[in-house]
């Protein structure tokens, strides 16, 4: 299977992800989001719609820029945004002992990483 096949497919679950998280967080009431996410409950609303937007706009920039060559070179800073973001996400789940949460938490950093280090590496320069 050809590596860039495997790793648009990799981008394109990591996009899903994030932009199904991001619009939740952006868009649900904080009391709604607390159901699923016990840890926003101790964060402010302010906190939690940056996240979202983060996660939203990193959603985007890391499959659009890529896939219409435009600044291609976004994708993989898009893709280091949001593995930061994972870690602070990590170590969220591990203050408010969410050891299960930490099952998606690493993965989508590693994702996230590897995406970053991917597209760095095959795409033209700039």
């Known amino acids: 299977m050809d590596a860039n096949l495997i790793l648009w497919s990799l981008q394109g ?33 302010v906190t939690l719609k940056g996240i979202g937007l983060i996660e939203t706009l990193g959603a985007i920039g890391i499959v659009l820029p890529e896939a219409l060559r435009i600044f291609p070179w976004l994708s993989p800073i898009a893709a280091l945004g949001l593995a930061v973001t994972m870690i602070g996400a ?4 591990l203050r408010f002992k969410e050891y299960g949460a930490l099952g ?22 700039f």
């Not at 998606?104 to 320069?125: E, K, M, T």
């Open 13 to 45: 679950a990591v996009a899903v992800v994030f932009l199904a998280t991001g619009l939740m967080k952006l868009f649900m009431p904080k009391d709604r989001l607390a159901i699923t996410f016990k840890w926003t409950a101790s964060f402010r609303d």
């Open 104 to 125: 998606l938490s690493l993965p989508l950093l590693c994702a996230c990483a590897y995406i970053a280090w991917a597209r760095d590496v095959l795409s033209p320069a």
């Open 90 to 93: 990590s170590l969220t789940n």
